[in-house]
C-alpha cells in the first residue's frame, strides 16, 4: 500500500514503473536478508537445554561405562581399556587420533582441522585417576558408580539406575572414582562434539585434544614429549578442563594457578637420641631449636617476615575489583574451617592467593615407630612447601629462606655434618629444595580471556566467575611455559566432589551445565 501511495505522486508514467521495479525489487532483497538472518539466529539460538534433557539418560549412561573402567595409571591394561573406549569415541566424531609414545605411559592425541589458516585451541584433560582404598568408600566397588540421592537426614543413598529413565534430578550424584575428576569432563566434550556433529554445525577453528593418562602421577609422560612433540602440540590457545568450578556452581574461569617449590631443613642435636632422664637439661633437644627457627619466619598474625618474600606484588584497583567480583562468603569459609581468624596475609581469600604463601607440612625426629619413647632426639626435621605466584620464582624464595636461616646464625649444609662441625658450631642447619613449578597466569583481558568471557556470558545471560588464580597447582604448567600458550581453565564439577578422596562424585546438573559450556567454546568465532 505504502509503495501504491508513494508512487501515485509521480506522474511520468515511465519513471513510476522504473521506480516500481527498482523499489520491489530491493523490498524482494530485504525480505530475503531478513529471512535468512532469522533463520540464522534462530540456528545459533538452539534450545540446547532440551536437547541436553532428552539425552540425558544416554549421556548418564557414556558416563557411567567410561568410569566402569578402572584408570589408576600404574594399572597399565586398564588404562590401555580407556585409551580403546575414548579413541572410539573421538574416531566417530571425525577425529584423527594418534596414541604418543612416551617413556611411560602413552599420551592420547585428538585434531581435527578445519582450516590450515584458522586459530587452534588446544584442549587439556586427564585420563587417569587417583588410587583407591575401597574399604573408605561407601559403595561396593569404587570402580563400579553408584546413584545416589540425598535424604531428609542430608545422607548420601543409593537409588536404582533405572531412576534416570524418568524425571532427573540435576542434584542427585554419581559416586566412583574419577566420576568428576576427570571423566565428567571428557563425557561433557564427546556429548558436545556429538550435538554439533548432528546439527551439522561445524567448528570454526581447528581443535587438539590431550587426554593424558598419568596427570595424578604429575604428568611424567606428556612433560617428556614437550620438545618431541612440540609441533603436534602447537596452538594459540589452550584451554584445561580440570579441577572444580566455584562452589556456587556458576560457570568458572580461571586465569592462572600458583606453582611449588619445596625445601628441607634438618636441625641437630646430639650424635646419637639420648635417654631423657640422664641427658634431660644437658643435650640439646632439635626439635625446641628448629621451633624457634620456624617461628622466625612469620609474625604473629600469619604474614611471612623473611625478607622480600612479597616482593614484586602489587594489586591495582582493577585487579582489587576483579578479586572482590568472585561471590565467596569469607566469614562462612572461616566457619567451615573451624578457624577464629584468617592468617592476615590478604583481607580476603582471593587477596590470600595472591601472595606466595609458606607452609610446614610435616616435621619429624628420628624415632618413626609405633609408641612413645622418652628419647632427646638427635636430629628433627621440617618440609616446607612455598606456594608461588607469577611475580614469584621457585628458586629465588629458596634463596631467600635459606639466607634467613643463615641470619639466624646457622651453619648452611646440603649433608649430614661431620663430628668436627658439630664441635664447632653452635647452629647446623642441612638445607635440601627443589624449586619445583612456577605459576602460570593470563591476561583476563587477552583475547582469549574476553572471548570466552562473552561467549559463556552470552549463552548463560551473567557474566562467569572469574578467578585470577586458584590456590593448587596444575601439574602441566611446564607445558605452558614450554609450548608459550595463554592457557586458561575452565573447571566444570562441583567443588565438592571429594576430589582425590573417598566417595568422589560428579552432581548431575553440573554434567548438564557442563555440556552448555563446552557447546559455547566449540560455538566460539576466533
Known amino acids: 500500500m ?55 539418560p544416554s549421556i548418564l549412561k557414556k558416563h557411567r561405562e ?67 582404598n575401597p574399604e573408605k568408600w561407601q559403595q561396593k566397588d569404587p570402580f563400579q558408580p553408584v546413584l545416589k540421592k540425598q535424604n531428609s537426614d542430608g545422607n548420601w543413598e543409593i537409588i536404582d539406575w533405572s531412576y534416570i529413565d524418568g524425571k532427573i534430578n540435576p542434584d542427585w550424584r554419581i559416586f566412583g572414582r574419577a566420576a568428576a575428576d576427570d571423566k565428567a569432563p571428557i563425557i561433557m566434550m564427546l556429548t558436545a562434539l ?19 593418562l598419568q596427570e595424578e602421577p604429575r604428568s611424567r609422560g606428556f612433560l617428556s614429549t614437550l620438545k618431541k612433540y612440540k609441533d603436534r602440540y602447537a596452538a594459540d590457545y589452550m584451554i584445561i578442563m580440570d579441577g572444580p568450578a566455584h562452589p556456587t556452581n556458576k560457570p568458572t574461569l580461571t586465569f592462572g594457578c600458583r606453582g611449588i617449590a619445596t625445601c628441607n631443613i634438618s636441625i641437630y642435636g646430639a650424635k646419637l637420641p639420648q635417654h631423657s632422664g640422664h641427658f ?29 618474600f612479597y616482593d614484586g606484588i602489587t594489586l591495582d584497583a582493577e585487579t582489587q575489583k576483579l578479586l572482590a567480583q568472585v561471590p565467596d ?62 611475580e614469584t620464582d621457585g628458586q629465588a624464595q629458596l634463596v631467600k629462606i635459606k ?74 604448567t611446564p607445558a605452558i611455559q614450554v609450548l608459550n600458550i595463554p592457557a586458561i581453565i575452565v573447571p566444570m564439577v562441583n567443588m565438592d566432589n571429594n576430589q582425590h578422596n573417598p566417595n568422589e562424585n560428579i552432581r548431575i546438573g553440573n554434567i548438564t551445565q557442563g555440556i552448555k559450556i563446552c557447546l559455547a567454546i566449540l560455538s566460539m568465532e576466533l
Do not use: C
Open 194 to 212: 556429538d550435538f554439533m556433529q548432528k546439527q551439522q554445525q561445524k567448528l570454526k577453528y581447528n581443535v587438539k585434544i590431550i587426554l593424558d
Open 329 to 390: 562468603d569469607n566469614r562462612k569459609i572461616q566457619e567451615n574451617l573451624g578457624i577464629h581468624i584468617a592468617d592476615n596475609v590478604g583481607k580476603t581469600y582471593q587477596e590470600a592467593l595472591q601472595y606466595p604463601s609458606l607452609n610446614i607440612r610435616h616435621i619429624e625426629t628420628s624415632w618413626k615407630g609405633p609408641g612413645l619413647k622418652t628419647i632427646i632426639p638427635e636430629v628433627v626435621t621440617a618440609y616446607l612447601d612455598v606456594r608461588l605466584v607469577k
Open 66 to 132: 567410561l568410569v566402569s573402567i578402572p584408570n589408576v595409571a600404574s594399572d597399565e591394561p586398564n588404562m590401555m581399556k580407556n585409551v580403546d573406549w575414548v579413541t572410539s569415541a573421538f574416531e566417530k566424531l571425525d577425529f584423527k587420533v594418534s596414541i604418543l609414545q612416551t617413556s611411560t605411559l602413552p599420551v592420547f592425541f585428538a585434531e581435527k582441522q578445519v582450516n590450515p589458516k584458522a586459530k587452534t585451541i588446544l584442549f587439556y584433560l586427564h585420563l587417569d585417576g587417583q588410587a583407591v
Open 403 to 476: 639466607k634467613h636461616i643463615e641470619n639466624q646464625g646457622y651453619l648452611i649444609l646440603d649433608r649430614k655434618p661431620t663430628d668436627a662441625e658439630r664441635l664447632k658450631h653452635g647452629k647446623i642447619a642441612t638445607f635440601t629444595s627443589n624449586a619445583g613449578v612456577n605459576a602460570f597466569r593470563t591476561d583476563i583481558n587477552s583475547f582469549i580471556g574476553t572471548k570466552l568471557r562473552k561467549t559463556i556470558s552470552s549463552e548463560f545471560g551473567n557474566d562467569p566467575i572469574m578467578i585470577r588464580t586458584m590456590g593448587g597447582t596444575v601439574p602441566i
Open 280 to 308: 634431660g637439661n644437658y643435650a640439646p633437644n632439635p626439635v625446641f631449636k628448629i621451633s624457634h627457627l620456624l617461628a622466625s619466619m612469620k609474625d604473629h598474625t600469619g604474614k611471612v617476615i623473611i625478607d622480600g
Open 2 to 56: 505504502f509503495l501504491e501511495n508513494y508512487l501515485s505522486e509521480i506522474t511520468n508514467r515511465k519513471l513510476r514503473l522504473s521506480l516500481w521495479i527498482i523499489m520491489k525489487n530491493r523490498l524482494k532483497t530485504s525480505i530475503l536478508l531478513f529471512s535468512f538472518l532469522l533463520v540464522s539466529n534462530v540456528f545459533s539460538q538452539t534450545n540446547w537445554d532440551a536437547k541436553i534433557q532428552q539425552k540425558l
